[in-house]
């Protein structure tokens, strides 16, 4: 527990100018404009859109501009933000099959309808330091086009399997239910399949990706593929109640990952492969595939497999991954607890004056005989 | 259950209106720098900016589940003759809120329609249809093409 204390009013206003000035840094350098960090800096500021659950890249970029780039504490100031707007409604559900594709593969299939896209990607870069980036470039990078664009849609590879009924298959639920809200109901368990998700969507990043190491690793018993990893623009529309019909509001970039996990069967259903589903914000190819794997293994319940490592356990996992409340539950601990500390202080002094106490009674004891 | 307007093809309006929502500041202010005087109006609802919840489903066909909020605008006007016109895009800009809700008013004048279509819908669509192509070319680029290295003996 900690109490509220009046006074340091001063010394807050002088650490407010102090971090503003430290923000800064160096005068003599110019400043980072907000637009530089969104169009050079888009992961991060695909990151902070993902884990303060907001799109918008100015913003995001805003909220790592005043952060200084810490990325939580940028996610914070996103959370903090959304809170201030009001929710004109839902989307219909984003349709990634409909993806304006920038990047497209799959580890399971070598030939595709649509084919293997690497897009941007750093993967098949060495890793070398590329010191030209340090120095004044007087030339503006520039991609090579090819002659005519990919195809309009691509199959989702998951669904090229569905066909054949070895997939898991994947279906809305009857009548296609609108879907909870963690930002308007706390999570309750177990939770379904969109609690679960809508939390790793917001969930941080480092968290799932660790936990979905520990996954490949044998704490859960997946072995997943990256069946297919598609980035991309897709359209959001909206359906205005005083319209009454479908409005499209502009792109939105998603990364999409959808792992092949082995097989289950049942009774009744016979031996197929099952599903993990990961979808981000912006280029979060990490994020994507680590949520994906862990969507796998918090299936652990339906497929009746035993849950005995945390990626496998809901409340472990939807209740520690939120770096927002993580971070202020760690970071609480700043705040003045001076008459919770009084406290202990005061008991370990009496335990300590007791023991005391108890062993100069004994030694007396001990003198007498 | 509502329409899928991802299979629906799109009404003249839905498709002006998408394409006001795509165009930038800069793109409205010179479309309308461009057409002269425009038509008296009111603001009904001053633009406003709030969320939209994106939905996805999981797998990418299966249960509906929030993916987070997106910052998004909206604005309506009325013109002299009674005409509201509605805009809603992504983002936090009210300046073009206001503008493109006026170009959809004005969109449904026939006395307007056919000159906003040639001179500002119909290049506007044609180049974010372009810009969305050379998107596509850069990343065809890096299309693999496997049937080189199998060629042969393979």
Redesign the interface.
């Known amino acids: 527990m900690y109490v509220a204390v009046k006074g340091g009013e001063a010394a807050i206003l002088a650490t407010h100018d102090l971090i503003a000035e430290e923000r800064r840094g160096d005068p003599s350098i110019p400043e980072l404009s907000v637009a530089q960090i969104r169009e050079q800096m888009a992961l991060s500021v695909a990151r902070v859109m993902n884990e303060g659950s907001l799109y918008d890249r100015d913003l995001g970029a805003l909220a790592l501009k005043q952060a200084q780039g810490d990325v939580i504490e940028a996610a914070f100031l996103m959370r903090a933000y959304r809170t201030t707007l009001p929710r004109f409604g839902s989307s219909v559900p984003l349709d990634t099959a409909a993806m304006a594709i920038r990047r497209r593969i799959s580890a399971t299939y070598k030939d595709l309808p649509g084919g293997q896209v690497l897009g941007p990607t750093y993967d098949y870069t060495h890793r070398l330091f590329d010191f030209a980036l340090m120095a004044d470039l007087g030339s503006e990078p520039e991609a090579q086009v090819a002659v005519s664009p990919l195809d309009n849609t691509m199959p989702r590879v998951p669904d090229i399997l569905g066909d054949e009924g070895l997939m898991e298959a994947e279906s809305p639920p009857a009548d296609d239910p609108r879907p909870f809200d963690l930002t308007r109901d706390p999570i309750e368990f177990p939770a379904d399949r969109d609690v679960r998700l809508q939390t790793m969507a917001r969930g941080d990043e480092g968290f799932l990706l660790g936990l979905a190491y520990s996954v490949q690793r044998g704490f859960g018993s997946n072995h997943p593929f990256a069946g297919e990893i598609r980035l991309g623009e897709v359209s959001v529309d909206f359906i205005p109640e005083e319209l009454g019909f479908a409005i499209d509001l502009g792109d939105v970039t998603l990364t999409e990952c959808q792992m092949v996990n082995q097989f289950q069967g049942g009774k009744d259903i016979p031996p197929q492969f099952t599903r993990g589903y990961g979808l981000a914000f912006g280029h979060s190819e990490r994020k994507a595939m680590s949520m994906a794997i862990i969507d796998r293994s918090l299936k652990a319940r339906s497929f009746g497999e035993a849950a005995e490592y945390p990626a496998q356990q809901e409340e472990f996992v939807l209740y520690h991954c939120d770096n927002v409340e993580a971070a202020g539950f760690v970071e609480h601990l700043k705040l003045p607890h001076y008459v919770d500390f009084q406290g202990e202080l005061e008991l370990l002094r009496k335990i300590r004056r007791e023991q005391e106490e108890r062993a100069a009674q004994a030694a007396q004891l001990e003198a007498a005989e | 259950?509502?329409?899928?307007?991802?299979t629906?093809s799109?009404?003249p309006r839905?498709h002006w209106?998408?394409v006001l929502?795509?165009a930038s500041l800069k793109d409205l202010e010179q479309a309308i720098a461009s057409l002269g005087p425009m038509p008296a109006y009111d603001v009904m609802k001053p633009a406003?900016?709030?969320?939209?919840?994106?939905?996805?489903?999981?797998?990418?066909?299966?249960?509906?589940?929030?993916?987070?909020?997106?910052?998004?605008t909206?604005c309506?006007v009325r013109l002299k003759d009674g005409t509201m016109g509605?805009s809603?895009?992504?983002?936090?800009d009210k300046r073009k809120a206001q503008l493109a809700a006026l170009l959809d008013g004005m969109l449904q004048l026939p006395t307007h329609a056919a000159i906003l279509h040639n001179s500002v819908i119909g290049p506007l669509a044609e180049q974010q249809a372009s810009k969305?192509?050379?998107?596509?070319?850069?990343?065809?680029?890096?299309?693999?093409d496997?049937f080189t290295l199998v060629r042969g003996d393979g």
């Open positions: 259950m509502t329409v899928n307007p991802h629906e799109k009404t839905q209106m998408s929502a795509r406003e900016t709030g969320t939209i919840m994106l939905e996805g489903r999981a797998g990418g066909a299966g249960r509906r589940f929030n993916i987070g909020e997106a910052t998004m909206r309506v509605f809603y895009a992504l983002g936090r969305k192509i050379d998107v596509s070319r850069k990343a065809a680029a890096t299309k693999v496997f």
